[in-house]
């Protein structure tokens, strides 16, 4: 059981953990919280089921397609209506993403309508069974390859120069373009990988959790949002560690107690790990000069 | 001899492992002017920060008026009778000049929040006199013709004023000020030491200044103590300064000393 | 008595006219709920500002408070109080007071956090306040409340929203407003110099919740039915972008932010769904051109006390 559990709890987890990878790489260049990035998940997730049930695309040729083309949109916004507001103050910065967002749940909602839509099965759905414990092989190969976009984007940002670049726009943003950074094609790249992270995980919660609805980008984007800031906003490791822990409560309490107290649970928990670490498990505390 | 105002006693701080402040000692009396100066890094702001409650030291005491303020929160301390003016200049950006200094008069307010809201008269009276108060310290500064302008939009020179104003509304009995000469011009450095002298006879106020200038600490400090590396290696007078080896080798490594103009 | 005191004598000639309206019926009832809407978004917008504009924080979770404040004032008057509405005033002040201290019990842990935390803090709180109300037995469940009488008129939206505005002017032009606003600014600086920050954060937080709670009784009493649906992120986030819309740190500019998105919203009711991609896009554009919002930040001078007078 504690097997089967944790397997689920790696799986939701994951999906977490690449939505709050996007979180957390656009604060760490912008220090901007893209409150819209859980709508562009879920816009991900009906692209997906846009190719495969109308286009009839298969599987590999959909996971690639899906990010090329959500990374375009995250590639987009960015230029439209944020890079404009760079240098104003960040409020107005974050009234234009939750206005962004907004606009994204009502496309979506104006042109699919609200009732949930089925996912197609992508994947022959097998088992592997040992004993009491079964695993899917849409699991498995959700866990795999989440833990590989995450080890490749990890290594990007440590050994590559563009990665290098990444974390230097996120230390300073004024001496970076002094240094020969292009600003601009650092931040659109990194909306671009973000946004591309999140739609992988619209096509994954479409295959784990085969039902699909315009305001889920609402309750599954804010939750990512909390996974980032408890791991510490602006890490990649606290995006993912954020993630694995959001997944794992979210399981174990929905296993114990009646599935209606779960967000307290997980609520509550969130709060009282920030009241003990108040920059999030990898953040780092900001020690003010005075 | 006067009873001191403030005395400081064996206050040590360290940061993780540094030790920023050793065993510093100071006692002020009422009408003194102190001076601290040592080479940046020495650990005079953070003597400031210990006694002002920004952090509260490993070890040491504060005594204000008798009373020992360790431990207490900053805006405590501050309504005992402790103000102090910023190496930085830290006004509130978004606010008039009035508005700075009046805000520096909230604990000096008493009126409950219920008079405010219903605007009763004795909320009326107080506010009436804090304006014409912070008027007043805003004239005496020079600065009747900017006291409804955006606190940001002034001179350097001029924020440096305000932030003295907003130091005095309070009536503090002692005032620390940190490096008040900072990027003033000779005339303005003139100005402000005739302001520091003309505050300690006609306020009253004891007065702690960390400076780098020394025209303004010959002229102004009565006493000096010398910081390097969180350590008093010099107290006295500040004609003794200039000849006393340690100090010298402090500031300027085993080398001659200029002569300090 | 008219020329010392202008405001009261408005006041009271404006509440003369809403009661007569209230009385007669001759404001046609499609136009009355919009005023009533404008009302009831006016109060929420004036507290949020308090939080959000003249203290500088982002907190997200103001539709909690307005929950708490619902729920409460309409358990009182359907289950406690009988019915009738002279109580409703008292069930109102019940709710503002059961939504001011679950923003008490909020702020003291709240405050501790960095910056960026105050969002993910009150947005765990209104999931939790969420849940709560889904999961507690006497408030309906999931399913909701029903059978709320509707108290809520023209006179009593019109009383409370002058009340809250002139509070929270009142409020912001005195020590304590100045002590907000220096925490905005520095708050370092505010404490080394005599303000009580962790006081002047509360008492913000406290007054803006009480009156979001006071807004989520009148609202209540206007829908009759109140579901925890109701009061989601969406309408959190509906009161962040009247206040900005208006601009923050002012109240001409939340009153302005309200009544500007309440109506325009009405009047694009005719694109159905499409009026939720015309509005924000609108918003968007204002915000590229105009980013402190309608106001610019700035106060109309009606509300700025005068030097000396009896307006202070």
Known sequence: MILQQSLNALQLGSIYALIALGYTMVYGVLRLINFAHGDIFMVGSYAALFLAAYCRMPFAVIVPLTFAAIALLGVAIERLAYRPLRNAPRVSAVITALSVGLFLETITLAVVGPEPRKFPALVGYRTFAAGAFAASNVQLMIIATSAGLMAALELFVAKTRTGMAMRALSWDKTYAPLLGINIDAIVSLTFALGTGLAAVAGIFVGLAYPVIDPYMGIVVGWKAFVSAVVGGIGSIKGAVAGGFILGAVEIVSAAFLPSSYKDMIVFGLLLAILLVRPSGLFGMPVQKKV | MRAPILRVENLSHSFGGLSAVRSFCLSVEPDTVWGIIGPNGAGKTTVFNLVTGVYKPDSGAVMLNGENVVG?????????????????????????????????????????????????????????????????????????????????????????????????????????????????????????????????????????????????????????????????????????????????????????????? | MIRNHPFRAVFVAGLAVCVAIDITGCLDPYVAQIILYIGIN?????????????????????????????????????????????????????????????GLLVAVPAFKARDDYLAIITLALLMIIKSAFDNLPWFGGPQGFYGIRKYTNLSWVFAWTVLSVTVIRNLVYSRFGRGIIAVRDDEVAANLLSVNTAQVKILAFVISSFFAGIAGGLFAHLIQFINPRTFSLVKSTDILLMLYLGGSGSLAGSILGASVWTVALELLRFLGIWRFVVAPVALIVLMIYRPLGIMGGKELGWFVPRKTGRNM
Do not use: W
């Not at chain 2, 005339?187 to 200038?213: F, P, T």
């Open chain 3, 42 to 102: 006016i109060i929420l917008t004036a507290s949020l500002n308090l939080v959000n504009g003249y203290m500088g924080e982002f907190s997200v979770g103001h539709a909690g408070f307005m929950a708490v404040g619902a729920y409460a004032a309409s358990f009182c008057s359907v289950s406690i109080f009988p019915q009738h509405a002279l109580f409703f005033p008292l069930s109102l002040v019940i709710g503002g007071t059961a939504a001011g201290l679950v």
């Open chain 2, 72 to 261: 207490l929160p900053s805006h405590a301390i501050a309504s005992r009778g402790i103000s102090r003016t910023f190496q930085n200049i830290r006004l509130f950006k978004s606010m008039t000049v009035l508005d700075n200094v009046k805000t520096a008069a909230y604990s000096r307010l008493t009126y409950p929040l219920v008079s405010a809201l219903v605007r009763t008269a004795t909320f009326g009276r107080m506010e009436r006199d804090l304006t014409a108060r912070a008027a007043t310290l805003l004239g005496e500064l020079g600065l009747s013709d900017r006291q409804n302008d955006a606190a940001a939009s002034l001179p350097y020179g001029m924020q440096r004023r305000v932030e003295l104003a907003r130091a005095l509304v309070d009536g503090p009995c002692v005032l620390l000020l940190d490096e008040p000469g900072a990027g003033m011009n000779p005339s303005e450095l003139d100005g402000l030491a005739r302001l520091i002298l003309r505050m300690k006879r006609e306020y009253g106020v004891a007065i702690v200044l960390i400076e780098h200038r020394m025209q303004l600490v010959m002229k102004l400090c009565d006493r000096v103590k010398v910081l390097n590396f969180g350590e008093t290696i010099f107290e006295g007078n500040p004609a003794d300064l200039a000849g006393d080896p340690t100090v010298v080798r402090a500031y300027f490594g085993e080398d001659d000393a200029p002569s300090v103009n």
